[in-house]
T-cell receptor
Framework: KAGVTQTPRYLIKTRGQQVTLSCSPI?????VSWYQQTPGQGLQFLFE???????NKGNFPGRFSGRQFSNSRSEMNVSTLELGDSALYLC???????????????FGPGTRLTVL | TQLLEQSPQFLSIQEGENLTVYCNSS?????LQWYRQEPGEGPVLLVT?????EVKKLKRLTFQFGDARKDSSLHITAAQPGDTGLYLC????????????FGQGTELSVKP
């Protein structure tokens, strides 16, 4: 089985611009979660999508948004980029279990975003 | 709010030494996972522990979940240079779906 893929792998933007990152989950996985990883804050949960619906959301401003398509592929968008948005953005896919429990999350290699 | 405190943050040891990484919280988790991440890659799952008091062994790695499901530890025996990397603990809570709460990570360097 192919793993989680993320595109692009590297991205350089300037302040004020917007960016869209893409994540293709493992075939058959319907849950996609997004995380931001920075040296100072570590890995922080952004949001999770399941069956095209946002199921969970972290504590990030509204500039961060996402969506999921019918084939489970997901995109996240960051508008009005700030210097502090420079980070590694990771997505993870899983087979969600009943009762809100979590199955194993498989992470992609991430997209390294640099904001100048 | 950092719900998972991981320690130590940095660890530099010689090949053959033993080490323990701790992950502590005041919150209860339904499961706790340990990941290892190498530069330029995403975290790779090592183990999931779900039962209080559970101990799991993976070759030279031993993982323990506290009785109250609030803390966990990772013990590596006879560390090797190939163990070098960032070790992350992550907790899941009931009805939180795909939301993992991560510790800050432990940067391990094993010198030959």
């Amino acid at each position: 089985k192919a793993g989680v893929t993320q595109t692009p792998r590297y991205l350089i933007k300037t302040r004020g611009q917007q960016v869209t990152l893409s994540c293709s989950p493992i075939s058959g996985h319907r849950s996609v979660s997004w995380y931001q990883q920075t040296p100072g804050q570590g890995l922080q949960f952004l949001f999770e999508y399941f069956s095209e619906t946002q199921r969970n959301k972290g504590n990030f401003p509204g500039r961060f948004s996402g969506r999921q398509f019918s084939n489970s592929r997901s995109e996240m968008n960051v508008s009005t980029l700030e210097l502090g948005d420079s980070a590694l953005y990771l997505c993870a896919s899983s087979l969600p279990l009943a009762g809100g429990l979590l199955d194993t999350q498989y992470f992609g290699p991430g997209t390294r975003l640099t904001v100048l | 709010t950092q719900l998972l405190e991981q320690s130590p943050q940095f660890l530099s040891i010689q090949e053959g030494e033993n080490l323990t990484v701790y992950c502590n919280s005041s919150s209860v988790f339904s499961s706790l996972q340990w990941y290892r991440q190498e530069p330029g890659e995403g975290p790779v799952l090592l183990v999931t522990v779900v039962t209080g008091g559970e101990v799991k062994k993976l070759k030279r790695l031993t993982f323990q979940f506290g009785d109250a499901r609030k803390d966990s530890s990772l013990h590596i025996t006879a560390a090797q240079p190939g163990d070098t990397g960032l070790y992350l603990c992550a907790g899941a809570q009931n009805n939180q779906g795909g939301k993992l709460i991560f510790g800050q990570g432990t940067e391990l360097s094993v010198k030959p």
